[in-house]
């Protein structure tokens, strides 16, 4: 059964920070891409970031670039994100996310959803 757990997500100020986790499990973790997505009820769902297999090539989208960082350690079967200066549209459900083939910001690729954890920004 494959399983992504997200934690990690809360109310926060503006300009706080949150690190928002996701743990795998049920596939091999190590050989899919990775992303976090987004979303405000009412609206699409938002790419915010994507990781490839190794770590070493990443994507974000303009919105979140110099704010976000997206990591992952392969030997623990999990996904970051450390999310800096947030700001209230920041607000969203935020999804973890894997791509066997590839993932791209637009959502292209994905194969497996998380439940999603929740982050407030309030001003």
């Known amino acids: 059964l494959v399983q992504l757990v997200e934690s990690g997500g809360g109310s926060v100020q503006a300009g706080g920070s949150l690190t928002l986790s996701c743990v795998a499990s049920g596939y091999t973790y190590s050989s899919y891409r990775m992303g976090w997505f987004r979303q405000v009820p009412g609206r699409q769902r938002e790419g915010v970031a994507t990781?490839?297999?190794?770590?070493?090539?990443?994507d974000y989208v303009d919105s979140v670039k110099g704010r976000f960082t997206i990591s992952r350690d392969n030997s623990k079967n999990t996904l970051y994100l450390q999310m800096n200066s947030l700001k209230p549209e920041d607000t969203a459900m935020y999804y973890c996310?894997?791509?066997?083939?590839?993932?791209?910001?637009?959502?292209?690729?994905?194969?497996?959803w998380g439940q999603g954890t929740q982050v407030t920004v309030s001003s």
């Open positions: 996310a894997a791509g066997g083939r590839f993932l791209l910001l637009n959502g292209r690729g994905v194969d497996y």
């Open positions: 990781i490839s297999t190794g770590g070493a090539s990443t």
